[in-house]
Each structure stands twice: as structure tokens, then as C-alpha cells.
């Protein structure tokens, strides 16, 4: 018995070594991000806190000189803008806080509580105004209003998410299962067109995914009364263009995939990037310039925003038919990539 034992273990270590794709994904792949995020993050200095200065016309000479020599300081950035402007930056998480300057030296903080880097911004820009030595006295306002709070970027950027884990894991690992268990050769023998069958894939998780992200949105609406203050249109049309970018890559993810661990490797790969770089929970502007003009072409970066515009800033279909169109195009060149160099056995 311990004989057979260690002859079955030894051919299982055996054909997992031979495949060289599977000793990648398996071994090499979770190295080199591991590798690749310790570099990024590793020393990385304290996130930019933008506050944004509104009325500007009211502040005192020496609390005008103190804050633009704060603007030096690794950390803290004062900018001054119109009030809607600094409204909109805030919904879509481009400044931490908002400061309104009130004639009589009143400073009047604007944040979310629940937002910790919000908190943490009015603590510190707060702190700074006093030791400018100004009369200044300073007060905060909590934000309430929808659209403006922490929770409404925060669905959006979950829902499109969700349409991407469940295409490339609802439709990608699937097609890769059906290629595992050999139930792909005979799908293919029957009298089907084999893009048909790729688009039925899709097809029938598309309905799942409405319901996911109709269940999400219920939850937000019950819980945290999140509502829709754009157009509906506007909003399917870009969750739709959504799901068909997702779905492509999907296909494309599981073209050539034959063993679960390669499967794994290439939905990570294509999946974890994103999950962390594309604004989901934080603002993605707050990396580098160079690195959030790449990002902001991301899939899940333009699904993200164009579902947020529509949640939180009242757009309509005009309003986000870029992002919809680039999406439905990036579809249709990972499907038709990937039926092209689909193994079907």
C-alpha cells in the first residue's frame, strides 16, 4: 500500500513538473507580482490629501502665503477652485476635502467622515491653517449629500468589478473546464457555428450578471439609500458595453488554456491589475501622471467611471458614449482575437 502510495504521488508531481506553462503560472507568475507590487508600494511616500480652497477671495494675506507654502510639502496641495468645479472633483475622488472660506475668517471643512483619508486630510489642512497665525476659525460640515459621499464612488466602482470577476470567471474558466474535461470536441462536432457557441457562453451570464448587479444596487439603494441620478439609459448602455468588453476578454483569457493551473494564472494576470490599479476603492489619480494616463484606458477604469458618472454626476447617454464605444470596441477585438486562436480540443 505505502508502495502504490508513493508511485501515485511521484506520477502526480511528475505531470505537474512537465508542463512548463503550468510550472510558470503555478510558480513563477505569483513571484513576479509579488515582485512587481513590493517595488511599486515598497517606500512609497504618503498619498497626495488635495484640498480644495473655495471663496479664495476671502482669505487673508498671511493664511494665502502659509497655505501656498504648505503646496511644497510632500503629502498636502492646496488648490483653489470655483465651488461646482471642487463639487464634481470631490464626487469623483480627485480631492480629499473641501475648505469654503467664509467672509469673517470662518474656514468651513466639507468631507465625509466615513472616509478615512478625508478625515485625515481635514485633521491635517485644519491643523495647517491654525498654525498660520490667522484668526482663522475653523468648523467642518459632514457630507450628506448623495452622489458626494464615500459609499457612492464606492458602488459603482464594485459593480464593475463584479462584471469583471464574473465574465473572466463565469465565462473564461469555463470555457477552460469544458477544454479540461474534453466536453469541448464534442460541442464542436455538433452542426454549430463555433462563434455561436462562444457568444451562448456569454449570453447566459449576462443574464446572471443583472441580477448580481441588480442585487448589489438593491442592497446599496436599502442599506445606504445610493440611487441613480443620471440617465437609465446611460447606465445600461455602459454596463452593457461593460460586459461585452469583459466577455471578449474572457475569450481571449481561455483561447488556449489546457490545465486548471494556466487557467488560474491567465484570469489572475488579466483580472489583478486592474482589481488593483483601476480606482475600485481609491481614486487612481492618485498615482503618478504617466501611470493614470495609461490606467484611465483600463477596461474596468472606463467602466468605473462611466457608472459613476451616471450614478453620481447626472449623465447622460452623451455624457458617457465615449467610454461605451470604447468599450464595445475593445469587445470585439479580444472576442475576434481569441476565436482565432481558440483550441477547441
Known amino acids: 500500500m505505502n508502495s502504490s502510495f508513493f508511485h501515485l504521488a511521484s506520477i502526480q508531481f511528475k505531470e505537474f513538473y512537465r508542463e512548463p506553462a503550468v510550472l510558470f503560472w503555478g510558480f513563477m507568475f505569483p513571484i513576479l507580482v509579488a515582485g512587481v507590487l513590493g517595488l511599486a508600494f515598497m517606500n512609497k511616500p504618503e498619498s497626495e490629501k488635495t484640498i480644495a480652497v473655495v471663496n479664495s477671495e476671502s482669505l487673508d494675506a498671511p493664511l494665502k502665503r502659509r497655505l501656498d507654502s504648505l503646496n511644497m510639502v510632500p503629502g498636502l496641495r492646496f488648490v483653489y477652485l470655483d465651488k461646482d468645479e471642487a463639487e464634481l472633483r470631490q464626487k469623483r475622488g480627485l480631492i480629499s476635502a473641501m475648505v469654503e472660506m467664509k467672509a469673517g ?11 478615512g483619508e478625508a478625515r485625515l486630510a481635514y485633521l491635517t489642512a485644519s491643523n495647517a491653517i491654525l498654525s498660520a497665525g490667522s484668526k482663522t476659525q475653523i468648523s467642518e460640515k459632514h457630507i450628506t449629500a448623495k452622489g458626494n459621499r464615500y459609499i457612492d464612488f464606492l458602488i459603482p466602482g464594485l459593480i464593475a468589478m463584479g462584471v469583471m470577476n464574473s465574465c473572466l470567471w463565469g465565462i473564461g474558466w469555463n470555457l477552460i473546464d469544458y477544454r479540461i474535461k474534453k466536453l469541448m470536441r464534442r460541442m464542436i462536432a455538433t452542426p454549430m457555428r463555433r462563434s455561436v457557441f462562444l457568444a451562448a457562453q456569454a449570453l447566459s451570464r449576462g443574464a446572471l450578471l443583472l441580477i448580481e448587479a441588480g442585487a448589489i444596487f438593491l442592497f446599496a439603494a436599502i442599506a445606504f439609500d ?19 468588453a469583459f466577455a471578449g476578454l474572457a475569450v481571449l483569457t481561455a483561447s488556449r488554456a489546457r490545465h486548471s493551473q494556466v487557467g488560474n494564472g491567465l484570469i489572475n494576470a488579466a483580472s489583478m491589475p486592474m482589481m488593483i490599479l483601476s ?18 484606458f483600463f477596461p474596468l477604469t472606463l467602466l468605473a467611471d462611466g457608472l459613476r458618472a451616471v450614478f453620481n454626476e447626472s449623465a447622460s447617454i452623451q455624457h458617457v458614449w465615449d467610454e461605451a464605444a470604447l468599450l464595445a470596441v475593445m469587445g470585439a477585438v479580444f472576442f475576434t482575437g481569441g476565436l482565432k486562436i481558440f483550441k477547441w480540443g
Not at 106 to 115: I, K, L, Q, R, W
Open 105 to 115: 475668517g470662518e474656514a468651513v471643512f466639507h468631507y465625509d467622515p466615513e472616509n
Open 226 to 244: 445610493v440611487e441613480v441620478q443620471g440617465s437609465w439609459l446611460a447606465l445600461l448602455t455602459v454596463f452593457g458595453a461593460g460586459f461585452v
Open 279 to 296: 480606482g475600485v476603492f481609491f481614486s487612481y489619480q492618485n498615482f503618478p501622471e504617466w501611470a493614470a494616463g495609461v490606467i484611465r
